[in-house]
């Protein structure tokens, strides 16, 4: 089941962000964003337990996606696709999506291909070391 996280869900976004980012508590002040009205986050739950989870901010005409995350145990069951399908078909005007992913990212390069997604920049060294894709659809 998808749906928009509330606050008994942020402890365990907290845990799995921070997987994706070490700092990611530090940095990263979920209640402070979600009061913004702009900063959305959706979370995949499997009976009782929150096993992915998807943030975007939305302003005028575009959606930047911030993170997306699934457990490992639970990737590759089209979690991460039904996030995205949900917050595109949930998207009430026309919008162009953008996002930043790592150039050695497999699994995510694959994932964002699948969902239409074109490289329109690189970002040198955005990750550390690592280059960045901008990436961009829309929501048509
Ligand atoms: C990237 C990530 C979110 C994908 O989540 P997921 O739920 O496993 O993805 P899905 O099952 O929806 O995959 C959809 C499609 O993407 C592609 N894909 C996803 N993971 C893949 C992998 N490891 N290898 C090859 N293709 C992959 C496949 O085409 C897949 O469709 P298919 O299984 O029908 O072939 C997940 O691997 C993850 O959490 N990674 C760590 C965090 C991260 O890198 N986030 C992205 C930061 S930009």
């Keep these: 089941m998808i749906r928009e996280a509330i606050t008994s869900d942020l402890e365990k976004i907290y845990e799995m962000g921070t997987h994706l980012h070490a700092n990611y508590r530090e940095t990263t002040n979920l209640e402070k964003l979600l009061a913004t009205g702009y900063f959305k986050l959706l979370v995949y739950q499997e009976k009782e337990t929150i096993v992915g989870f998807l943030s975007y901010t939305e302003l005028e005409d575009t959606i930047d996606i911030v993170d997306i ?61 690592t280059d960045a894709y901008v990436m961009e659809r829309s929501t048509k």
């Excluded at 991460?80 to 162009?96: E, F, H, R």
Aim: charged share 30%.
């Design 69 to 129: 995350y699934v457990e490992e145990n639970y990737r590759r069951q089209h979690i991460a696709s039904y996030l995205l399908d949900y917050m595109i078909t949930n998207t009430k005007k026309t919008t162009k999506i953008l996002l930043d992913v790592a150039v050695d990212n497999e699994p995510a390069l694959k994932l964002y291909d699948k969902f239409g997604f074109n490289v329109i920049h690189t970002r040198q060294k955005y990750y550390e070391q």
